[in-house]
């Protein structure tokens, strides 16, 4: 009896076999080599070539023990297992129904349904007829969020246009980063792969009260035109991974990627993961899967603060200024002066001032005593005007944040320090700076990682490193009667400094905040209070500090940008003295691909001027 049971496992492996041993030598690849198989459990090369790697890092994702660097095994695992007799939410072709209906077709396996009230019920509850990729825009004071978020809205059955989506659900992938962690924690803990990360159901309306009217960051909708058997495809191997971990990684193994990768299991060959290098971008990964032709139509949705500046801009520039009075209390919503206007004039203005009291509640807390009765007043006084109807909604912008230029930048260009020539090459592997072509960015944002300036001086037939740049942040928010933004900026990373006597290569940290305003549609000054710290054994004390300023001015549209301005910093550690600098930059634009750049540097630095320039290509992919 004991040998029989012993000798019983070993039977019912080889007979589970017996098929992927056929399929395994009637195709010229092995059956778990296969590209979907592969991307079904998440599978990729190894560095050196010799094997594969999951990026699951949860062991209840692999039947087989080695399923974690084996292919082979995990398939042989999951064979066996699907075959084995029984039922319920604990069994194979429960917990893993995408693989189990991939082998049944590969194989011709008996395709009888199996009983899985859990899975049932969870397919049910989602009721999914189409899948849309939804795009939130970047948020740049929240390093979770600085190049935007990508998530899945699982439509249900249109029976009619006025089907409520906000219903619907969502599929996300994020960090589960531990509520009490700091910003600063959080970008370094998801650089270098401290969070798990996990995918999560949520509904729609849940993520646009997030992303809509809490970060004010407009939402892309993308809906793919998956049909129904590639959707209930995906759907089963969300089923596979959901609670399931893999580590995050921000730039790589992000949203974006895992998005990317049920994509290409519910159409296999799409390959969109074969696009990803050294980072997934959310904005570039949208641009992938619009190139691959998967998207069926494009919808935007605004958001609350995009909603309420174009209401507020809407009104001529006499009745902005009114609507800030009324606002802050100045002037009642039944005043001589309101009642003067004709009636549609009055009612935009009512219906402006009041999305600007209702949006300043929702965004800045604004007491409920103040905002209560002044909302009340409001719409009372809107009640009274019949026949005019509220302006439209805010328009799609002209250009998608998927259209901007590519985030990968090679520049090449010529220049010249102090009468020394040089040849400069610079890599950013990521994202967008202000003088780079705006169609698709956020206006007065600055975001750059990883950036490498190298030059090689042709007098001496010397190669420097010039900066390092590890980040590097601006936000340039312009200012007015409704709205007070912070102006601020941040970066670390090593660059060249004169100690006096040399340039040599220095660790630095750099930030600034101050305010920034219109004085145009395109155009806006800044005047930002800096702070810099340099680290270096050069330094008289080993390190140094200074307090400073910039000012300046910022153009920018689809021809071409500019800055120029003034920095000023006063070195008070090592040694006292001031460094100051005018500076003019500027790129001229062709297209998305190419901008030619030039720019004119002027300083006094140790009581000696010295004046730099330096011209080129940037180059876009």
Not at 194 to 218: A, F, M, N, V, W
Not at 231 to 259: G, Q, S, T
Not at 492 to 506: C, N, Q
Request: hydrophobic share 35%; net charge negative; with cysteine.
């Amino acid at each position: 009896m004991g040998k029989t049971l012993r000798i019983g496992p070993v039977v019912l492996w080889l007979i589970a076999s017996l098929p992927l041993q056929a399929q395994t030598q009637a195709t010229k690849d092995p059956l778990h080599l296969d590209p979907a198989w592969l991307t079904l459990i998440h599978y990729q090369p190894d560095l050196l070539g010799n094997g594969h790697t999951s990026q699951a890092d949860d062991p209840d994702f692999f039947l087989s023990e080695d399923g974690k660097t084996s292919p082979k095994a995990e398939l042989e695992a999951t064979l066996a297992a699907i075959q084995q007799t029984g039922s319920g939410d604990n069994h194979a072709r429960c917990r893993f129904p995408a693989r189990d209906a991939w082998l049944r077709e590969r194989l011709d396996l008996p395709a009888t349904a199996a009983a899985c009230p859990g899975y049932q019920k969870w397919t049910e509850t989602l009721n999914t007829e189409s899948v849309t990729l939804v795009f939130a825009a970047s948020y740049l004071n929240s390093p979770s969020s600085m190049f935007g978020h990508t998530f899945l809205r699982l439509d249900p059955p249109q029976e009619d246009e006025q089907t409520n989506l906000l219903l619907a659900n969502t599929i996300s992938y994020a960090a589960d980063a531990a509520a009490h962690d700091s910003e600063l924690l959080f970008a370094y803990r998801g650089i270098f792969g401290g969070y798990p990360g996990i995918t999560t159901i949520q509904p729609y309306y849940e993520k646009i009260r997030l992303y809509s009217d809490i970060e004010h960051r407009d939402l892309w909708e993308y809906k793919l035109n998956l049909n129904q058997q590639e959707v209930d495809f995906m759907l089963a191997h969300a089923w596979e991974i959901r609670d399931r971990n893999f580590d995050y990684y921000f730039f790589d193994e992000n949203c974006a990627y895992r998005l990317l990768a049920l994509i290409d299991i519910a159409r296999p060959g799409t390959n969109l993961l074969g696009e990803v290098s050294t980072h997934a971008i959310p904005s570039d990964t949208v641009r992938w899967v619009v190139d691959k032709d998967l998207v069926e139509k494009v919808h935007y949705r605004a958001s609350a603060a995009t909603a309420v500046a174009h209401s507020l801009d809407a009104l001529p520039k006499p009745q902005q200024t009114l609507a800030a009075a009324i606002a802050n209390g100045y002037v009642e919503p039944d005043s001589d002066e309101v009642l003067a206007l004709p009636a549609q004039e009055r009612a935009h203005l009512l219906d402006a001032t009041y999305d600007y009291v209702r949006y300043q509640t929702e965004a800045d807390s604004w007491p409920r005593e103040v905002a209560a009765p002044l909302s009340h007043n409001l719409l009372r006084e809107r009640s009274k005007i019949h026949g005019v109807v509220s302006l439209d909604e805010p328009p799609e912008p002209q250009v998608r944040d998927d259209q901007g230029h590519d985030t990968f930048r090679i520049s090449l260009g010529a220049g010249q320090l102090d009468h020394r020539e040089f040849t400069q090459l610079t890599f950013r592997p990521a994202y967008h700076d202000v003088l780079d072509p705006p169609a698709g960015y956020r206006s007065g944002a600055q975001l750059q990682f990883l950036r490498l300036d190298a030059r090689y001086y042709t007098n001496n037939d010397e190669l420097q490193l010039e900066q390092l740049t590890g980040v590097e942040i601006r936000s340039l928010s312009p200012r007015d009667a409704f709205f007070s933004p912070l102006s601020w900026q941040v970066g670390f990373g090593g660059r060249r400094t004169d100690t006096g006597y040399k340039r040599v290569l220095t660790p630095y940290l750099e930030g600034g905040a101050g305010g920034s305003w219109r004085l145009g549609q395109q155009t806006q000054a800044f005047a930002v209070f800096t702070a810099d710290v340099e680290i270096d054994d050069d330094l008289r004390r080993g390190y140094d500090a200074a307090p400073g300023a910039d000012i300046g001015l910022l153009h920018q549209n689809n021809q071409f940008s500019l800055l120029a301005g003034a920095k000023t910093k006063a070195w008070i550690v090592s040694s006292q003295h001031r460094q100051d600098q005018l500076y003019a930059k500027g790129d001229w634009h062709f297209g998305r691909e190419f901008s030619l750049f030039a720019e004119f540097t002027r300083e006094d630095h140790y009581d000696r001027y010295q004046s730099a320039w330096h011209a080129g290509l940037h180059v876009y992919f």
